[in-house]
């Protein structure tokens, strides 16, 4: 029974371990001016970008090579989410299908760009991809990988030191009001609501009174300011206020009329 998984765990499925993205530009570029007596025509940008999803070290390690001197390299460790996201790939059919370039294609001039696919698995020999990096050259499937894997990273984004939500805001004196600008999703307009929830964050979702017949509505909070009664944008008795945060299933409340 070749599919029965048997005690010694050989016959369950493989999985990936180490996936290595190799990436390679080599550009020529021609200055519009040479110094005199110069045996060049080009210069050349040798640019190299490295990414290691690492299950054992538990780790993704992103490295540019810009240029002599100019490194730049980005470290995630990321405890059982890095087996996450090894484990969502499909280790049998992973970058199984490559298109090829067509006989008639024309090469980009004075630029190469090639890649590197290493994979590691459990139980199977390491396999290599080599090609060039571009639609043809890649998997048919790297798109798919490339969004799951920019999604992964960019969850963990870059961090507050400089981020000017964090670094640009005064705290709130007792006398300010807190207004919060909201979007709405039927446009990019934004529209003042006044609270006095200090909880309430940028990127939050809120009730809100909407509309002349004051209806229950879900928008994302977009801004946060504070006003003194004389500075504010509206006047205070005048402005609607937010509801309160949203719960899970405000997301679902009916619509207008």
């Not at 993205?21 to 060049?40: C, F, M, N, S």
Request: charged share 35%; glycine share 6%.
């Amino acid at each position: 029974m070749y599919d029965l998984h048997v005690f010694d765990g050989n016959e369950k499925p493989d999985v990936i371990n180490k996936i290595t993205l190799d990436y390679h530009r080599v550009t020529k570029i021609k200055p519009r001016q040479i110094p005199e007596g110069a045996d060049w025509e080009f210069v050349t940008w040798d640019y190299t970008e490295h990414l290691i999803i690492d299950k054992e070290t538990e780790t993704i390690e992103h490295i540019q090579n810009i240029g002599t001197g100019c490194k730049v390299s980005r470290k995630y460790e990321i405890e059982g989410g890095i087996e996450r996201l090894l484990d969502n790939f499909d280790a049998e059919n992973l970058f199984s299908h490559i298109e090829g370039d067509p006989d008639d294609v024309i090469n980009t001039p004075n630029e190469t760009k090639d890649h590197k696919i290493t994979i590691e698995y459990k139980k199977n020999p390491q396999r290599i991809i080599e090609d060039s990096y571009d639609k043809n050259g890649l998997p048919d499937d790297f798109a798919d990988f490339a969004e799951t894997v920019f999604d992964f990273i960019r969850f963990y984004g870059m961090g507050e030191i400089l981020n000017p939500l964090f670094y640009g805001k005064a705290k709130r004196r007792q006398s300010e009001y807190i207004f919060c600008s909201v979007t709405f999703d039927e446009g990019y307009k934004s529209y003042y609501y006044l609270t006095d929830d200090d909880s309430i964050d940028v990127g939050d979702f809120v009730i809100v009174p909407a509309g002349r017949d004051n209806h229950e509505a879900v928008v994302e909070v977009m801004d946060i300011e504070y006003f003194s009664e004389e500075n504010a944008p509206f006047p205070i008795e005048k402005t609607k206020r937010i509801i309160r945060k949203c719960k899970d299933d405000d997301f679902d409340l009916p619509e207008s009329e």
